[in-house]
């Protein structure tokens, strides 16, 4: 048995319930998009280059390879070294910038 007082709490229960779902989930800002030039690209590509490209081999010249040969070979060595996606972009970002 259920008193009016019980009856009104749950009433206003199911209000503030429909109100928080019936918020649009639009509404949520966007997370905000990398942009588009990254000036420090090269430069942590630079240093993730030097941790990382002459663990296995000597470094090879950024100028031995042109752009789309570098991204090819980062492709591959991006596997190899089991760089991120991030670091892999930053790399690739030097070495076709210093070629
Ligand atoms: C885990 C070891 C390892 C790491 C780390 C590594 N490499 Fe290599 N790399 C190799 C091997 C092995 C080869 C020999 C060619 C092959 O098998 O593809 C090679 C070959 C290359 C070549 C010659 C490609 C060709 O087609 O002959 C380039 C250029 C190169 N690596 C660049 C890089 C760069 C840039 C990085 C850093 C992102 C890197 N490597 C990190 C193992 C590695």
Partial sequence: MSTSKQRAVLT????AIAAVVSVP???????????????M?????????????????NMR???DYRDDQWA?????MRLRAGLTGQETRDILKFLQGSN
């Fill in 72 to 76: 090819t070979v980062m492709q591959h």
């Fill in 12 to 15: 206003s229960l199911v209000a």
């Fill in 25 to 39: 989930v639009a509404a949520a800002p966007e997370q905000q998009q990398q942009p588009k030039t990254d000036p």
């Fill in 41 to 57: 690209a090269s430069v942590r590509g630079a240093k993730a280059w030097s941790d990382n490209c002459m663990r296995c081999h």
């Fill in 61 to 63: 010249d950024p100028k």
